[in-house]
């Protein structure tokens, strides 16, 4: 009998010893899934090129927020980069890549690399930056409840499309004909493009529309403008023109075209002028919303944000080499003179 006690003596310690570790092991386990990620991985997407030349200026801001915010990469934050390089059929491809490497959020620039992530995920979340306008462009129910796994920043760029016009059009008052520089396969494009034309009617300029889906086309762009005798010309906000921004400024001085453009890194490249949201103010306000969704916030109850912070640059050394005086009033408007 005292064996046969023993024996159930040591079977129920050995069973209550086994609850004991299974409860442990749950309660761990709960724990262990309340607590945030250690380390998170984040997969830009971009539609352009990284700059040869000078750091870019978002992804300068962007980092510099999140550092600012307590992250420090290769430590509890990596960063996985993928350019399309101005090409946006390989946006498609470079999405499902960063799905497959399962970053825990996307960061993505542009209409075109925000949409490729969309159609690549239902569930990562997604936060972007100068989208025109996310609600028409079909990227969020409404700027308040953007609802899904998308929401960010928008630059409300087809908005700025009558200020800019308005703008090139006091730099060169005997404007009748503006040359339009435009890639037809960004999806925001046709946006700016009817607010440009718009604006164009009220201050009665002619619009040259000048395509230009691939960088081989710009200098048959360029060479239909001459041909057309535009006054001025004005380049619409997209990624794979951006790319090769410093190309197309170099052109339009050689072309002798007062030009304005949407960044304000065209004229740091030599471009005349630029009007929009400051591109770093976008991008560092950007990283907040990284940081609240990687703390648990959903996309869905993060309100898409507008621009608060404009910049208008003018560039005296290019309007010499163009020979344009630019008028004292628009000048004192400027937010910085390049001379």
């Known amino acids: 009998m005292t064996g046969t006690s023993g024996q159930k003596s040591k079977v129920g310690r050995s069973v209550a010893f086994s609850v004991f570790i299974a409860l442990l092991f749950a309660v761990s386990f709960h724990v262990e899934a309340q607590q945030p990620k250690t380390v998170a991985r984040i997969g830009v997407l ?10 870019d200026e978002g992804l300068v801001a962007f980092r510099g927020g999140l550092r600012e915010l307590g992250y420090v990469e290769g430590q509890n934050i990596f960063l996985e980069y993928r350019w399309a390089e101005g090409r946006y059929e390989r946006l498609p491809d470079l999405a499902a890549e960063l799905v497959r490497l399962k970053v825990d ?10 949409n ?17 306008d996310p609600v028409a462009s079909g990227l969020v129910g409404s700027l308040a409840r953007p609802g899904g796994n998308i929401t960010g920043l928008t630059n409300i760029s087809s908005d700025l499309s009558g200020k800019q016009l308005e703008l090139l059009k006091e730099s060169v008052p005997g404007a009748t004909r503006v ?9 925001a494009a046709a946006l700016q493009l009817k607010e440009t034309e718009a604006a164009a009617r009220s201050l009665k ?7 230009v889906r ?6 048959t762009a360029f060479s239909a403008m001459t041909r057309g005798r535009p006054n001025a010309l004005f380049v619409l906000a997209d990624p794979m023109l951006s790319t090769y921004q410093s190309r197309i400024a170099d052109l339009a001085i050689r072309g002798r075209l007062p030009t304005i453009y949407w960044l304000r890194s ?14 770093a103010d976008l991008n560092r306000r950007a990283a907040t919303y990284v940081d609240k969704i990687l703390k648990g916030a959903k996309p869905a109850d993060l309100p898409v944000e507008q621009p608060v912070k404009f910049e208008f640059i003018i560039n005296l ?3 010499k080499q163009i020979g344009l005086t630019i008028p004292p009033n628009v000048l004192a408007r400027a937010d910085k003179v390049i001379k």
């Open 266 to 279: 065209f004229t740091d490249a030599g471009g005349l002028m630029s009007y929009g949201p400051s591109n």
């Open 205 to 211: 300029v002619q619009l040259q529309l000048q395509e």
């Open 116 to 132: 490729a992530a969309k159609h690549a995920t239902k569930t990562i979340p997604i936060v972007f930056v100068n989208v025109s």
């Open 214 to 219: 691939d960088p081989k086309d710009l200098d």
């Open 46 to 55: 971009r539609s352009d090129s990284p700059s040869p030349n000078a750091p």
């Open 105 to 114: 959020v996307f960061f993505t620039t542009g209409t075109p690399a925000t």
């Open 179 to 187: 040359a339009v520089l435009w890639n037809p396969a960004n999806p």
């Open 317 to 319: 050394k290019a309007a």
